[in-house]
């Protein structure tokens, strides 16, 4: 029989919850293909969504700075530069994309372009995130976002030059892996909104 079979996958036979907040954690109870049991961590806080807005004439995108308290538990770090970003409440992962654009950086968006389904921490999280791109202009900024008061989310909307993001991924300096994975799409699919200016429109040095 195929170890790749059903009878020998390793499967949860229980569950039990041990912390239910913002998040639930729970311990799994796993059985394993040799018949041993072993448990599990699951924090569970359900399926989310993250949008790179960029502007293709400006070749600017649209992102958030906010504070995060686990990186600055582990390293002191102040806050992230993040593609926004939030939990799915809509059965629609478009709609909850366009709720979370305009409620974090205040855009009206309409184009969405598809970039992945992915688990953001497989180790450890029930989060799976639906990620886009999503062109927009100057005038698609309707809001003044900074997220939601009573969620105490103190949001700052950042627009940044797409060519300086793309140099930050090289160096190593973007911390979020979800604007990471969004803008080096972003960079594979419309290289051209990354190439330098003097060299697209043939102007020489003197």
């Known amino acids: ?13 229980g569950t039990r919850t041990v912390y239910e907040g913002w998040a639930r954690y729970l311990v799994a109870e ?3 293909p040799d018949g041993s049991r072993i448990g599990r961590e699951v924090e569970d ?7 790179l807005p960029y502007d293709p004439e400006r070749r600017v995108a649209l992102l958030v700075r906010q504070f995060r308290t686990p990186p600055c ?3 002191g770090t102040a806050s992230l530069l993040e593609a926004p970003a939030g939990l799915r409440e809509e059965d629609d992962p478009e709609a909850c994309a366009r709720r979370e654009a305009f409620e974090e950086v205040g855009l009206r968006l309409s184009i969405l372009e598809p970039a992945g389904r992915v ?3 497989p180790g450890l999280s029930t989060e799976r995130m639906d990620l886009f791109l999503a062109p927009y202009r100057a005038a698609d900024r309707e809001g003044a976002g ?9 949001i700052e909307v950042v627009e940044v030059a797409l060519a300086t993001l793309a140099a930050e991924a090289d160096a190593g300096a973007i911390a979020d892996m979800k604007t990471l994975c969004l803008l080096q ?8 909104l990354f190439a330098d200016p ?4 043939g102007r020489e040095q003197d």
Not at 1 to 13: K, L, T
Not at 45 to 51: D, E, L, R
């Open 30 to 32: 796993v059985r394993m």
């Open 1 to 13: 029989m195929s170890r790749d079979s059903q009878d020998d996958a390793p499967r949860i036979v």
């Open 73 to 75: 538990f582990v390293d």
């Open 119 to 121: 688990w953001s921490l």
């Open 198 to 201: 003097s060299v697209a429109t």
């Open 45 to 51: 806080h359900g399926p989310a969504v993250a949008v």
């Open 185 to 192: 799409t972003l960079r594979l699919r419309h290289p051209d």
């Open 146 to 154: 900074g997220g939601l008061a009573e969620e105490h989310e103190s």
